[in-house]
């Protein structure tokens, strides 16, 4: 069966193309580690970066469309290696729409360690809903990973884990929003770090964690106008 582009893989696309940009800018990523991947909406198919190709040569044309399964529908290029992880998350977690996998060095510092990052920080509280939990050791190859991720997600607030000795994968409502949970997680993962060399973080209480969340989610941001009756 012949696979049929539309806008809106063409959107996608290009939106998941743009979106490696920002994990360069962040410092999130080296050589050509790291990956964004974007459910197009309403459907079942993905877009995800090709496997070993430089960030400076990516462009829309080049990324790879795939199933839920991980086959390849369309794209000269062999998908990222971390594609069936993708997969896997997508096919589990169906409200996702993006999901981010990057090596950023201070996260990575404490998978190597393999500890989860504990909530001591109120921009933690607010992105995360508590800590940054951590997952298991899996080998990349496999769908081993994409099971250690949602098994680590479920029921859990936070858009990121670190897979143990591994890096940082985020999940998102889009992929844009799983490129800001990365960025976010490795800012705290940056912060709470350095505390620790001052001494003991100070945890912040779960109910005040739970308001934090609340207010960030729900009221931080511009809201939409009342309706008028």
Known sequence: MTFKTTA???????????????????GLVTWTSGNVSGRVPGT???????????????????MVVTDLDGKVLDGDLSP?????SHSYVYRHMPEVGGVVHTHSPYATAWA?????????????????G????????ALIGSDDIGRGIVQTLEGHRSPAVIMQNHGVFTIG???KAAV?????????ARTVHI??????????APQHVDALYDRYQNVYGQQPAPEEK
């Open 173 to 175: 409502k889009g992929p």
């Open 195 to 204: 505390s620790r060399q001052l001494g003991e973080p100070v945890p912040i």
């Open 8 to 26: 809106a893989v063409e959107e996608t696309k290009a939106e998941v193309c743009a979106l490696h940009a920002e994990l360069l800018r962040w």
């Open 80 to 84: 990222s290696s971390d594609a069936e």
């Open 44 to 62: 079942d198919i993905v877009v995800i970066k090709p496997s070993g190709v430089s960030y400076d040569d990516l462009r829309p044309e080049l």
């Open 180 to 188: 800001k949970a990365a960025v976010m997680c490795e800012d705290v």
């Open 130 to 137: 508590g800590e940054i939990p951590l997952g298991p050791f």
């Open 112 to 128: 190597a360690r393999a500890e989860p990052i504990p909530c001591v920080l109120t921009a933690m509280a607010d992105e995360f």
